[in-house]
């Protein structure tokens, strides 16, 4: 099934992260979650949660006066969704020009670069799973 979301943001992207981390939360759960490393508002907190629910990635349950945040999609599926739309603006629908991109200006080591040649292999073979 495929869904036409927006896209998230940077900011929008890490609370999702949080979210898929930590499950069901708060806000309150989310911005001590995410304070464990780095400072942001509370409010911010609560203003990405809602528009990421609003754009369809989570939902929200209210209990008495708190408000429990789920994910309702998993991180395979944003990550497609967001890779797809980067493809597409930036690269016309084409993958090879970010693959190109990936590899010779962000650079691979030889362990990844040895797990590249045997996707290649298994993609020639028309084995698509792990």
């Known amino acids: 099934m495929v869904v036409d979301r927006r896209p998230l943001s940077k900011g929008e992207m890490e609370i999702a992260r949080a979210l898929w981390a ?52 998993k991180p395979g599926t944003v990550i497609r969704e967001t890779v797809d739309d980067l493809v597409d603006r930036l690269f016309g629908g084409e993958a090879m020009p970010l693959v190109r991109h990936l590899v010779e200006d962000r650079g691979i080591d030889a362990e990844q670069l040895a797990e590249l040649r045997e996707l290649i292999d298994r993609l020639e073979k028309g084995d698509k799973n792990k």
């Open 22 to 73: 930590i499950g069901p939360a708060t806000v309150r759960e989310i911005h001590e979650y995410l304070s464990e490393s780095k400072p942001i508002d509370f409010s911010t907190v609560q203003t990405y949660l809602r528009r990421i629910e609003s754009k369809g990635y989570a939902s929200s349950k209210l209990k008495g006066r708190v408000r429990t945040y789920s994910s309702k999609t």
